[in-house]
């Protein structure tokens, strides 16, 4: 099993944009489907995005055109870039693991390795 931890977050005005860095330890990186989520105060844990090993990718209609998930197995690390930041976005983003079982892995509770989160935060 992957641990993961993510970086890159941080403080941006409005329109800004962030790279948020999710580094995994563990063996078989691959063969997992990596998701990154967000949780603002007093609301869900949402799906943002999500990546296969291969790179196939899965958008939720509303985050499509502004953020984009990838990865690089080589170094065990999957990217969510975020442009045109809007203060809606301030939330803390984590990024979570499970093997690939061919489905995409869509709800919190599909994801059975999380990341810590890293806080990011607009300002308007």
């Known amino acids: 099993q992957v641990q993961l931890v993510e970086s890159g977050g941080g403080l941006v005005q409005a329109g800004g944009s962030l790279r948020l860095s999710c580094a995994a330890s563990?063996?078989?990186?691959?063969?997992?489907?990596v998701g990154w989520f967000r949780q603002a105060p007093g609301k869900e844990r949402e799906i943002v995005v999500a990546?296969?090993?291969?790179?196939?990718?899965y958008y939720p209609g509303s985050m499509q055109g502004r953020f984009t998930i990838s990865r690089d197995n080589a170094k065990n690390t999957v990217y969510l870039q975020m442009n045109s930041l809007k203060p809606e976005d301030t939330a803390v983003y984590y990024c979570?693991?499970?093997?690939?079982?061919?489905?995409?892995?869509?709800?919190?509770?599909?994801?059975?390795?999380w990341g810590q989160g890293t806080q990011v935060t607009v300002s308007s």
């Open positions: 563990g063996r078989s990186f691959s063969s997992y489907v």
């Open positions: 979570a693991a499970r093997w690939d079982l061919g489905r995409w892995p869509t709800a919190r509770n599909d994801y059975n390795t």
């Open positions: 990546i296969r090993g291969n790179g196939g990718t």
